[in-house]
């Protein structure tokens, strides 16, 4: 989904001013001997500064007027912009991507347009933003979808091609609401809850170093209902970047399954060998030789770079990757991957903790004389274990993941007729796989089934 717009919003977006706006009410306030509390700050971090400050006259007895209020405050926020308030690390430089690519940017707030204009000066940031539109001018606050529709009509972009970026719960909901597709920023420091975010975001990034135009550029809109269903199914493999990769020709038959081939990091060793270009290359560099790092961005199609000091793993920003390619194409995604099961056990169980979260694309981990297939009701609920070649006569493990699995086992040593499996529990472990016809369901939870031995 290319971006043709960006509308941002700017106190905790732009600027590190959240801080501020706890200060400045409360110097305000404190002037008439009241305080800001957490309970005020709650009522009125959602409103327009004009209507702050005729909350503060109404509730709490102060000054001789809501407009006298404000003007006392415009004046110290001034102040705070042009002498305190620092610009986020790295906006200049993403806004400068997206001014480089022709990408037209207005800024909705709930400050006043002059004052904002202020900070943005005292930050050489002015010359980025076509228009500064202010809640307060167009009659509502961000609760209410006004100032962004007010926005978008001034960009002329479609809404599904213009992005907000919010750091304001209340702000991130409304305009993915709306219809706007949402990058949430998230810093440590304001007390933002992280899962509404992520919840109501397309995007959640902990810092513009995270985020990039060709972040943006890859996202791509959940897959349908109907195709979640049934129909299309996209074969993304991912090569991870274990640091005992599976062999060349177990990854190079894997590629040739795929519709699409992501390498994270130093996934992309694997396949410089094999002359195999990934589709996606995502990660940090900090894994991968350099010379193989520089052939993999020259190669891929989708090249996506983070920062080594991240939040998310490499994997998981992969499966981001393979999740947008499946939307893309309208299909379900069946996911499989591999180099991600050796060398620390630390690894091991973040990739089990990552394909549980992940259960609905039917996860699977193949490896050198190991296959692992993550089974849900909401993705692949059963596995025909002894379908694969060489079963018959292999070791079974399922294992719980996450919570408490309900599991049926057939045709193998050992059988269990719904049998609930507490988290990492290990009476699954190590059974036998006696017939062709070994079947293990995951009627409820999630579980991981590994069949180890000599299997295709």
């Not at 269990?416 to 988290?423: G, I, T, V, Y």
Request: hydrophobic share 45%; proline share 5%.
């Amino acid at each position: 989904m290319p971006i043709q717009g960006a509308i941002f919003d700017f106190d905790g977006t732009i600027v590190d001013s959240m801080p501020m706006w706890r200060y400045a009410p409360d110097q305000l306030l404190r002037r008439y001997g009241q305080r800001m509390t957490q309970e005020v700050f709650d009522a009125t971090e959602p409103l327009n500064c004009d209507d702050e400050c005729l909350w503060f006259h109404e509730h709490l007895g102060v000054g001789q007027s809501g407009e006298a209020l404000f003007e006392e405050l415009r004046a110290i926020v001034r102040k705070e912009y042009s002498t305190t308030v620092e610009a986020w690390p790295h906006v200049r430089e993403f806004l400068q991507s997206l001014a480089d690519a022709g990408i037209p940017m207005v800024i909705a707030s709930s400050t006043p347009a002059d004052d904002i204009r202020v900070g943005l000066r005292a930050h050489g940031l002015e010359g980025y933003f076509k228009d500064v539109v202010f809640t307060g001018d167009v009659g509502r606050g961000k609760e209410f979808p006004d100032v962004y529709l007010h926005a978008l009509g001034l960009l002329g972009t479609p809404m599904g091609q213009t992005w907000v970026f919010e750091d304001a719960p209340f702000g991130v909901r409304t305009a993915h609401e709306t219809g706007f597709p949402v990058v949430a920023l998230l810093n440590d420091h304001d007390g933002r809850d992280e899962s509404f975010l992520r919840a109501h975001a397309d995007i959640l990034v902990h810092g513009y170093d995270e985020l990039s135009l060709a972040l943006i550029d890859d996202f791509a809109p959940s897959v349908a209902a109907d195709a979640a269903e049934g129909g299309e199914v996209c074969r993304v493999l991912v090569v991870d970047g274990s640091p005992q990769p599976s062999s060349p020709e177990l990854v190079a038959r894997l590629a040739d399954e795929a519709d699409y081939l992501v390498a994270a990091d130093r996934g992309a060793e694997v396949l410089h060998q094999l002359g195999r270009a990934p589709q996606a290359f995502c990660g940090d560099d900090d894994s991968v030789a350099p010379e193989v790092a520089a052939w993999a961005h020259a190669s891929a199609t989708t090249d996506i770079r983070f920062p080594s000091e991240k939040y998310a793993t490499d994997l998981a920003l992969a499966i981001d990757c393979a999740r947008h390619e499946a939307a893309r194409r309208g299909a379900r995604l069946q996911l499989t991957l591999t180099c991600a099961s050796g060398g620390r056990l630390d690894h091991q169980l973040a990739v089990m903790g990552l394909l549980a979260r992940n259960a609905d694309a039917s996860p699977r981990v193949v490896e050198d004389g190991l296959e692992c297939r993550v089974l849900s009701p909401q993705g692949a609920p059963s596995w025909s274990v002894g379908a694969q070649e060489g079963a018959v006569g292999a070791t079974l493990s399922v294992i719980a993941l996450g919570g408490t699995a309900m599991v049926t086992e057939r045709g193998l040593r050992w059988e269990l007729d719904h049998r609930e499996l507490a988290p990492l529990d290990d009476l699954g472990v190590s059974n036998v796989v006696c017939s062709s016809d070994a079947q293990v369901v995951c009627d409820e939870g999630v579980a991981a089934v590994f069949l180890l031995g000599p299997v295709r």
